[in-house]
C-alpha cells in the first residue's frame, strides 16, 4: 500500500522560510512527477510544483524564484523549499506522486499558515 506523508508545515511569518517534506512508502512502481499542491480556504486545489528528473521542474508563476522542489530518490521523497513566504501562500499543502500509467498518489497534507 503507498503512502505519502508530509511534515515540515507550521505558523511563520510573511517574510520567513518552511522546508516541507514528503516521504513515500510501498512504492513499487516508476514514478513519472512528484508534485507539491496546495489549497487554500474556499478555493481549488492548485499546483505548485512539479519535479521530473533532477533538471526538470516546473513552477506556479505566483511561487516562482521563491519555492524550490527537489527530490531524492533513494528514499522516495520530495521537498519543498519556501523562502520570502507571504500571507497568500496560506494553505493546506499536499504531496502528490504520479505513476507512468498516470495514477496519482496523495498524501494528507500539511497546513502553512502566513501571519504575523
Known amino acids: 500500500q503507498v503512502q505519502l506523508v508530509e511534515s515540515g508545515g507550521g505558523l511563520v511569518q510573511p517574510g520567513g522560510s518552511l522546508n516541507l517534506s514528503c516521504v513515500a512508502s510501498g512504492i513499487t512502481f516508476a514514478i513519472y512527477a512528484r508534485n507539491w499542491y496546495r489549497q487554500a480556504p474556499g478555493k481549488r486545489r492548485e499546483l505548485v510544483a512539479s519535479?521530473?528528473?533532477?533538471?526538470?521542474?516546473n513552477y506556479a508563476d505566483s511561487v516562482k524564484g521563491r519555492f524550490t522542489i527537489s527530490r531524492d530518490t533513494t528514499n522516495d521523497a520530495v521537498y519543498l523549499q519556501m523562502n520570502n513566504l507571504k500571507p497568500e501562500d496560506t494553505a493546506v499543502y499536499y504531496c502528490n506522486f504520479v505513476e507512468h500509467s498516470n495514477v496519482p498518489y496523495w498524501g494528507r497534507g500539511t497546513q502553512v499558515t502566513v501571519s504575523s
Open positions: 519535479i521530473f528528473s533532477e533538471t526538470n521542474t
